[in-house]
């Protein structure tokens, strides 16, 4: 890390953020794999008190609670992000760039605030990671329904050093 | 291929699977793209019969059916993946690492099992690839519609040697 | 550039196409992040006199303006790349392929011609970059919904020198 960088626990700790676990796959997969310098992290659905955050946009979730969720979704990436860096000798300060964000949003045929829903992961990466390594290409989008009932889905690419 | 590995073409010939040609894209693209080490492959719609797999979660395509489906389509995208090798001289047991899957089931605005659909897929690309190469990142989720009506479709990004 | 190449700006002025300016993200994310030499675009919605191009496939949008739309989206997404390029004192004739395209159409649930809609990116792609560099691998796929109402979305991978 260079004097310049941001210091991404510290950022945490100021943010208040305490990393969770890995999340379990809910089915026959991985947390994430790496290739070369990229780590494709799998899709984690919010959660709220351990059980999947259930609910539409549109429906019976808020844009602010949808902000919230994908915020929560976020937390839980950096988390895994964390283990995978430890699992290799590294931290989250070795991440050189958060690259791309797909994020689902379980929403009504008549929401189209998807992009704001997202933003709440966006904005959460940001300051974690700073302005330069959490610049990320993002798409956004709704969809008819996500596992468990989920509202938001999110799942990131990341380049580390 | 190193003596600890799996031997591919045995998993497969043990499942009793016979890998289909490549699938011929509906449209202006082509099934698979090579960049560096790392292999995107276009999503493939469920077919049976040679036509498409119609039909949605929730609706008329049971849990089974779908998982069923989900594992369909793998073996092609598995066809198609074994054809890529070919053409640069390698073969499946040339393969690194099934990197990340991304699967979208037809599903209605009430089913939220998209993740054991999935599995159908998950769950091939274990037995064929073993639980080192074959353990992937992936995302799953509900959509509104498929291309020709298709239960699911999976598009799939490999590793290779 | 090879001599056996095409020329990306003389096909763009044989199509009659002005580029233009980089999009600017509706949200907290960037146009587009380069990661050794891949550069991940961010989906971008259909626009059409400088506002969403809102509608439906299969209710108000009918399958040519869908193509339409999707064309004008590749177009965007070629003008993003083009200024990404030049960032790195490059052009787009530096890009040795288009990687993948994931295009998402906001359908109704009886609508299965997602393929056909997306050809209208994927042959521009093909007519700009040539057979060569612009043959991609692609998903598309109905989405219930797209942030602010438009049409299509659609995002892009490619590869430079």
Redesign the interface.
């Known amino acids: 890390m260079t004097t310049l960088s941001t210091d991404v626990y510290k950022q945490l700790a100021e943010l208040n953020i305490t990393l969770p676990p890995v999340s379990v796959?809910?089915?026959?997969?991985?947390?994430?794999?790496q290739?070369?310098?990229?780590i494709?992290?799998?899709?984690n659905i919010a959660r709220k008190d351990g059980q999947a955050w259930v609910g539409?946009l549109g429906k019976n979730i808020t844009l602010d609670e949808g902000k919230a969720a994908a915020r929560v979704v976020a937390i839980g990436l950096v988390g895994t992000l964390h283990a995978a860096m430890a699992a290799k000798g590294k931290t989250l300060n070795d991440v050189t760039?958060?690259?791309?964000?797909?994020s689902?949003v379980n929403?009504?045929?008549?929401?189209?605030?998807?992009?704001?829903v997202?933003?709440g992961a966006?904005?959460l990466l940001?300051q974690v990671f700073g302005p330069v390594v959490g610049?990320?290409?993002?798409?956004?989008?709704?969809?008819?329904?996500?596992?468990?009932?989920a509202c938001v889905?999110i799942?990131m690419?990341v380049?580390l050093a």
Chains 1, 2, 3 share one sequence.
């Open positions: 796959p809910a089915a026959a997969y991985v947390p994430y794999v290739t070369g310098n990229l494709f992290l799998s899709g539409q760039r958060i690259v791309k964000v797909m689902l929403s009504t045929a008549d929401f189209t605030d998807h992009h704001l997202t933003n966006s904005e940001g610049a990320h290409a993002r798409s956004a989008f709704g969809v008819a329904q996500l596992p468990m009932g889905e799942e690419i380049e």
